[in-house]
């Protein structure tokens, strides 16, 4: 196992600890991915501009910006955690707490939400989307790995909607997708105490608060399904509470509120396989501090963008009497909806993963007819004819669009009714 150190010179400001850092922290050998690269690929580096490739007539990539940023199990590690779903699961050896104990300590999710939200942040740069927690009260946050990686620019949002940069990358865990970044700390702010996920159990309730699509803190809850051993170097929680893209980095709870894991990935091959790393490898890079600027980190970790198909666009032109019937309830519920799939599918596109830059953007599509009012019937049937156009296709990268084009038609429509255009 070896551990990679960046080189530079890190920011700083009049909140920085000055103790110099122990030494450093390894990193594993079996991991988690945000790529999805084939087994046996490397990860490449180059810088930002390598990645900004133009679509068909100089158009930008279908679902830019282009950062692929989606939590799953890649390469290696996907198919020995996969391959573990058919052996035993390795629990802990340690002694369970009494039944009047866990009893006595237990918090409803709505306890545990109540208590933990105000320490959990959402993590955004271009094209990237996650959630992180505090555990530091002077601005250190945990996060995934792949929520941070190759992006030099990155700000995080506390409960309170504040937005601050983040300075630096403290400590990293490539091969378990885990990392810690420091804010400024405008003062003393909230953190999450971390629990022991060795004692975690199958069986044992879990909760995860994540921003899925973009819509903060959200909770659900679930079993720990079983504790996988990938490797000597990496055991995973496979957890039956869902986690979504905008979740990922997003902390996971016992029935006591202490966190037990990092929410980080969930696996495309099968239903409601999802997966968290445990709080165990987060103590130790707690405990091994090895600063990098961001722009450093970012630099040394920039993936190289695929090469992406040309596709024809065909955004459709609507009048504004589509809109007839629709209350401004309903229009702020399509924007944020389809910016909000849009972020999140966009690096999936621009990743290579066509199908489930799709399946985004189809699945919002379905959210938003369901949830728009009755007298709203223009952007329902708007939204109904993309996925039938999409449906009608064979390959995914043209579905994605198809979906993308309709989303555009819905936003220039909705623009130029905000802005009182007329016909």
């Known amino acids: 196992m070896n551990h990679r150190s960046l080189p530079g010179e890190l920011h700083d400001d009049d909140q920085r600890p000055g103790a110099a850092p122990p030494p450093r922290p390894q990193r594993g050998r079996g991991g988690l991915h945000a790529g999805g690269a084939p087994e046996g690929t490397e990860r ?22 282009p950062r692929p940023r989606w939590p799953r199990l890649a390469g290696t590690v996907a198919a020995a955690a996969l391959a573990a779903l058919g052996c035993g699961a390795a629990g802990s050896s340690g002694p369970p707490a009494s039944a009047a104990e866990r009893l006595a300590a237990a918090m409803t999710p709505a306890q545990i939400a109540a208590r933990a939200t105000p320490a959990v942040v ?13 555990v530091r009260d002077d601005g250190w946050i945990a996060t995934n790995f792949h929520v941070i990686a190759g992006i030099p ?3 995080v949002v506390l409960s309170d909607e504040s937005e601050h940069p983040v300075l630096e990358v403290l400590a990293f865990d490539e091969e378990r997708d885990l990392a810690i970044i420091r804010i400024h700390a405008p003062r003393k702010l909230p953190l999450l105490p971390l629990g022991d996920s060795g004692a975690v159990r199958p069986g044992d309730p879990v909760v995860a608060i994540g921003h899925p699509l973009g ?27 869902p986690i979504a893209p905008g979740s990922s980095g997003g902390p996971l709870f016992n029935e006591r509120g202490e966190v037990i894991g990092v929410a980080a990935a969930v696996a495309t091959q099968g239903q409601n396989l999802n997966f968290g790393v445990p709080a165990v490898y987060l103590k130790e890079l707690l405990v091994h501090p090895d600063p990098v600027p961001l722009s450093t980190f970012a630099a040394e970790t ?3 963008a695929p090469s992406l198909p040309a596709v024809k666009r065909s955004v459709p032109h609507h009048a504004l009497t589509l809109l007839r ?3 401004e309830g309903d229009l702020l519920v399509m924007a944020r909806t389809m910016d909000g ?5 966009s690096p999936l596109y621009n990743q290579g993963d ?13 959210d938003m007819e369901r949830r728009l009012g009755a007298a709203c019937r223009g952007p329902k049937r708007a939204l109904a004819e993309g996925r039938r156009k999409a449906a009608r296709l064979d390959d995914s990268a043209a579905q994605a669009w198809a979906m993308r084009d309709a989303f555009d038609g819905l936003l220039d429509v909705i623009l130029r009714k905000v802005h009182g255009d007329e016909e």
Do not use: K, M, W
């Open 302 to 304: 920039a993936d190289e």
């Open 325 to 327: 019937g629709c209350n």
């Open 122 to 134: 959402t993590i955004r740069g271009d094209g990237s989307l996650g959630a992180g927690f505090l």
């Open 153 to 155: 620019d990155l700000e």
């Open 354 to 366: 066509f199908a489930s830059c799709y399946h985004i953007y189809e699945g919002a599509a379905l």
């Open 341 to 345: 799939a849009i972020q999140v599918g």
């Open 44 to 65: 490449r580096r180059a810088t930002r501009g390598a990645r900004r490739s133009a679509g068909p007539g100089g158009e930008p990539p279908a679902c830019s910006p």
């Open 215 to 241: 819509l903060a803190d959200t909770v659900s809850n679930g079993l720990v399904s079983a504790v996988r051993v990938v490797d000597p170097a990496l055991t995973l929680l496979q957890i039956s509470a």
